[in-house]
């Protein structure tokens, strides 16, 4: 469809070709959105507060020519969305083995890279994001610099060949800044946890080799390398007390995460981020 005969996100509604298929596949559940269906070659996924916004942000990256996103399709009979099924391989919600690839790894921040380059310039007028939650007290982390996907985790990026070809999951995306997005995305796919809270299967992993990859792969400055731990620390109380709040006011999804223990998790990353801060820094120099 051409951008001249697309409704506006707001009108646009889903109306499936005559004979397309309509088999149902239930995909693997996240932490958050129940009901995520393949229908043939779409995905239905419930209608959200920011569903909009973000079907603005996936026209902007479809009229720039981004090729690593899904499409917005519209609103199906159900008023689900529907977006463009991308196919491929996703981590399950324990990585497996091979997504410890580091020729994936690589990819990963390429692909990231791609994406802060082509929404430079989107600026979401008719739909806004939803502000995120700021702790009182805190300095926010999410200026209004780059609208990008804020949740590259394994399970979020579409695997062709070994290699990252597309990003789902655009629920979390909003203004924020590329060293947010790209220190969040490092986050997962180092992953930068206390190594007690290895995934099965990746004990042996180094995460500041993995570290080093990325941000070699992504192309970060020594600006960015040098405030890496500080800005790190920072996001991971952010992150704690976004969860927690959410958890108390959003409930669902998020107080699930928080009965399993997601705070821990979030506390012994910082603390592990303050012991490593040097070997970090030295890790990504040099
Ligand atoms: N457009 C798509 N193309 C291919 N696969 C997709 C697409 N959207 C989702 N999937 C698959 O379905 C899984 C779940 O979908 P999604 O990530 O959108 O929801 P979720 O993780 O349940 O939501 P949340 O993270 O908000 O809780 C993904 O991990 C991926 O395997
Ligand atoms: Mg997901």
Redesign the pocket.
């Known amino acids: 469809m051409s951008t001249r005969d697309r409704p506006p996100v707001e009108v646009r509604v889903y109306v499936p070709a005559p004979g397309e298929a309509s088999d149902v596949e239930l995909?693997?559940?996240?932490?958050?959105?129940?009901g995520?269906v393949?229908v043939g070659g779409t995905?239905r996924?419930p209608h959200q507060p920011q569903s909009l916004a973000v079907a603005g942000y996936l026209d902007w990256l479809e009229d720039v020519g981004f090729d690593g996103s899904?499409r917005y399709l519209g609103r199906d009979a159900d008023g689900r969305d529907v977006?463009?099924?991308?196919?491929?391989q996703?981590?399950g919600p324990l990585p497996e083995a091979w997504v410890q690839s580091e020729e994936l790894l690589a990819s990963v921040a390429r692909l990231l890279r791609r994406l802060h380059t082509a929404s430079a310039g989107f600026v979401p007028d008719t739909h806004p994001f939803p502000p995120r939650f700021i702790p009182a007290g805190a300095v926010s982390q999410d200026p209004a610099e780059l609208v990008c996907h804020l949740?590259v985790?394994p399970?979020?990026v579409?695997v062709r060949d070994g290699l990252a070809a597309?990003l789902?999951?655009f629920?979390?995306a909003g203004p924020s800044t590329a060293l947010k997005d790209a220190f969040n995305t490092a986050m997962h796919w180092a992953p930068l946890r206390d190594p007690a809270d290895a995934w099965p299967g990746w004990e042996g992993t180094d995460p500041l080799r993995r570290l080093r990859i990325f941000a070699d792969a992504y192309g970060w400055g020594e600006e960015e390398r040098l405030a890496l731990p500080a800005f790190g620390i920072e996001a991971t109380a952010l992150s704690y007390e976004r969860m927690r709040h959410n958890a108390a006011v959003l409930g669902g999804?998020w107080a699930r995460m928080w009965n399993d223990g997601v705070g821990g998790l979030i506390l012994r990353r910082r603390g592990w981020l303050e012991a490593n801060a040097e070997r970090l820094v030295a890790a990504l120099s040099g």
């Open positions: 995909m693997p559940a996240g932490d958050v959105t129940e995520v393949r995905i996924r899904p977006l463009t099924f991308l196919p491929g996703c981590a949740d985790t399970q979020n579409v597309g789902v999951d629920d979390l999804g």
